[in-house]
């Protein structure tokens, strides 16, 4: 016999956790709505794992660790409430929408899609049985563990430069593999970097190898315009080759890209009345901090017109 789900009423469920998400919450409970947030993992999304954050405004530095619980005690302390739950989907009834988890039902007038990205993966062997034995997709979280050892980071964006910045500190030697000699992140942090006399750009290079026997040891990169490979001997190798989002469950409410992301435009507005999205789950062209917060009060501010006093 399957189990009945638990029915739980509210004005506005939002699905995702992070930056946008939480943001959102601020904004609708502010607003006078009642709020959940469903989340599948942990609270803050990506930004928990940026070691330092130098570009929010009013904030010089700030560790993404600390950013993140700021905005969910913020959130939390207002009034939102908060559930580790995964949205499998969304439907409607003449009431309104009715957002799905394992357990329970939520029934509610508006909802927000928060639901960020994921680590895109290098999709390379081994390297699942190599992750968490070498193979990371946090600085900020596996990072110490690398002390004063040799690691490798591979990407051209923030995350990727903002982690070499933060491992040449603790670590003895940093590799910095991009498959470009451009780098997608800002300047400012590039610079940085050059000035680090334990930093070794390996540039128009892609990671084609993982080595080691039961915890990696070195990594492969082969030159793409040489063709020439390499071995670069670390014990550590932080991917942060960017994100891709997982917006399966709501593609009979919202018109997806093909990439993945949530179609929308900055009036955070999908093809669904009522269905909203922010952040770095919709399409955009600035994945930023700011622009995830900016989407949150934009997509809340929309939500509580279209639900109504
Ligand atoms: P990103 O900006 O998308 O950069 C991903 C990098 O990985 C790019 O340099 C890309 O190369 C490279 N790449 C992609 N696929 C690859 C593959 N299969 N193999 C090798 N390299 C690959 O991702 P991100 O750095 O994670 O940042 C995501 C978003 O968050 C960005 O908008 C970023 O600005 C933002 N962010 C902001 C902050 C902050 O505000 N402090 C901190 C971190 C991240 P190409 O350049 O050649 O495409």
Do not use: W
Request: charged content about 25%; aromatic content about 6%; some cysteine.
């Amino acid at each position: 016999m399957t189990e009945e789900k638990k029915q739980v009423t509210t004005d506005i469920v939002i699905i995702g956790g992070g930056t946008a998400g939480l943001t959102a919450a601020i904004y609708a409970v502010r607003a006078g709505k009642q709020v959940i947030v469903l989340e599948a993992k942990a609270y803050g999304g990506q930004i928990v794992n940026t070691p330092d954050i130098e570009n929010y405004p009013g904030l010089a530095h700030v560790s993404g660790y600390d950013f993140a619980t700021g905005l969910y005690q913020q959130a939390i302390d207002l009034g939102a409430r908060f559930r580790y739950e995964r949205a499998l989907g969304i439907r409607e009834d003449d009431e309104g929408k009715i957002v799905e988890t394992r357990k329970r039902e939520y029934h509610c007038k508006a909802v927000i899609l928060a639901t960020g990205a994921k680590n895109r993966t290098l999709g390379i062997e081994r390297e699942e049985e190599l992750t968490g034995k070498g193979v990371s997709y946090c600085a900020t979280c596996d990072g110490s563990f690398f002390k004063g050892q040799d690691v490798a980071v591979n990407g051209g964006g923030n995350t990727a430069l903002e982690d070499a910045l933060y491992l040449a500190d603790i670590c003895n030697r940093v590799y910095l593999i991009h498959r470009r000699d451009q780098f997608r992140g800002d300047a400012a942090d590039v610079e940085k970097l050059k000035q680090k006399n334990n930093v070794e750009f390996v540039l128009n290079s892609n990671v084609t190898g993982l080595i080691g026997s039961d915890k990696l040891t070195a990594v492969e990169v082969t030159d793409k315009i040489s063709g020439e490979k390499r071995e670069l001997p670390v014990s550590g190798l932080f991917v942060a080759i960017g994100q891709v989002p997982d917006n399966k469950a709501f593609a009979d409410e919202v018109d997806l890209a093909p990439a993945g992301y949530i179609e929308a435009g900055e009036d955070c507005a999908t093809r669904t009345p009522g269905i909203f999205t922010a952040g770095d789950c919709r399409t955009k062209t600035v994945r930023q901090l700011t622009t995830a917060a900016a989407d949150g009060a934009v997509a809340a501010l929309a939500a509580c017109r279209y639900i109504g006093a």
